[in-house]
């Protein structure tokens, strides 16, 4: 067979270097400066180094201030008194929130504490006109003169109750139906309502009631004596109606529970409705 002919190799020529590969000789630019600006370089990192080692001092010693003075929020606080190196969580020192005071009262609840506000309301300023009223009344009333075998009727009402007084003179004896008031009337509310135009008019502890009363309970009974007594000593001395009748010792309070009706339940509660 004929031999190929060989090639010659392509010679390259020495200087040729591959295309990855730099001759040693290059550089970067980068890298390349001057040397007269190296002494300007190195002057401007000394002056910076130094601005910020000044500029790190200040604000060491600011951030050690501000440590002293507050300590920061998301620094855990340490229990007082508690165990060694027990610690909180942020805001545990901080005063718990109260729930009550903003709950909402319902319209019933806030009525009933007005209507419980006004009441004392005109409580109290009953009682401060009263002992206004009282104060300029300090020295004793004149009390009329009774004859010993003077007799002074009334009668007194007071719902279903009715009550016949007689008023004598004597020294402040108090019946009613023959038996002692303490005795018949052992509330003291009770008693103090049957006292009341006796004291009122001074009359206490001068004359002498017998009482005879009737129906009713025991509340409508007190009222119908003080109705009675009143009316007496409005016999006795007519100066005392103005004062007596200012005080609603003259006037009968008739309200009465009302009566029950035909088809109703109470007076006026009619029966639900069903409609199956």
Known sequence: MAEEPQQP?????????????????AQPAAEQQPDDA?????ADEAEGEETASEGGAGEGAAAEADETAAPDAATPVKAEGGKKGEELPPGADLDPIKLEDQTELSAEERARLEAEAEERARLEAEATEERGEEEPDSAPRTVAELAGDARYLATGKRKRSIARVIVTPGKGKFEVNKRPLDEYFPRS???????????????EGTVDVQVNVHGGGVGGQAGAVRHGVAR????????????????????RDARVKERRKAGLKKARKRPQFSKR
Do not use: C
């Open 38 to 42: 190296q002494p300007a370089a190195d």
């Open 9 to 25: 190799d392509e010679q390259q020529p020495e200087d040729a270097q591959p295309a990855g590969e730099q001759p040693e000789d």
């Open 232 to 251: 007496a000593l409005t016999e006795i001395d007519p100066e005392l109606r103005r004062e007596l009748k200012r005080r609603g010792f003259l006037t």
């Open 189 to 203: 509310l009770h008693q103090t309502t049957a006292r009341q135009p006796l004291a009122v008019s001074g009359y």
